[in-house]
């Protein structure tokens, strides 16, 4: 599925969301959470999350931020690992937004698009309430966007698109999250076309 296809079916906003996010910390809130019945997204930059698992790329040296935990574990009990595996941060629950109430949780499948390239990643971390935005190291990498958690990412222009009821188990197969990831961006694309979307 190309990165045209999939945001040719995001075109439209039909916000989920009860209020809008900011980007960052004292930016204005002007991002709404957007849904249909098999996805939600939002347009926003991209901030990198280096927490988790500590390596050669992400520790407390590379990243003043640094947590050395994230919200879901691998299966082992163990934290993700940012460098390794393609993972986006969702806002903790709150007013403004519960993405649990949408069919979404550690593990789901979702589609991060910038420019022309697509990368399937997986709901790993839960950040700020009010902010979105945010995806692991590896996830920035993949997509030809600087990683580095200290002055890297991309200030706009980012798409992710979360597939509802969609879960990787386990959450660190990356391999499962690509194959889950472009079945259900086929169905997705599939079912705007069929609707004249």
């Not at 930059?45 to 879901?72: K, L, Q, V, W």
């Not at 940012?82 to 937004?97: C, D, G, M, N, T």
């Not at 839960?126 to 990412?153: C, F, M, N, Q, W």
């Amino acid at each position: 599925m190309s990165a045209a296809d999939l945001l040719a079916e995001v075109r439209d906003c039909v916000p989920v969301s009860r209020g809008r996010f900011r980007r960052d910390a004292g930016a204005p809130a002007n991002i709404p959470v957007c849904g249909t019945s098999d996805v939600v997204f939002w347009r926003a930059d991209m901030d990198i999350d280096c927490d988790g698992r500590p390596g050669p790329r992400c520790n407390s040296r590379t990243d003043p931020y640094f947590a050395a935990s994230t919200t879901y574990s691998q299966s082992d009990g163990r934290p993700l690992s940012a460098e390794r595996l393609p993972f986006v941060v969702v806002p903790a629950p709150s007013a403004l937004w519960d993405y649990r109430a949408h069919g979404i949780g550690g593990g789901s499948v979702v589609a991060v698009v910038y420019r022309d390239r697509v990368q399937y990643a997986v709901v790993g971390d839960v950040g700020p309430k009010g902010i979105l935005g945010e995806a692991s190291y590896a996830t920035a990498k993949g997509l030809g966007i600087r990683a580095d958690p200290h002055g890297g990412g991309a200030p706009s222009g980012v798409t992710y698109i979360v597939f509802k009821d969609t879960k990787v188990s386990p959450i660190e197969d990356h391999a499962a999250a690509v194959t889950e990831g472009k079945r259900a961006a086929k169905r997705f694309v599939a079912g705007g076309q069929a609707n004249g979307g």
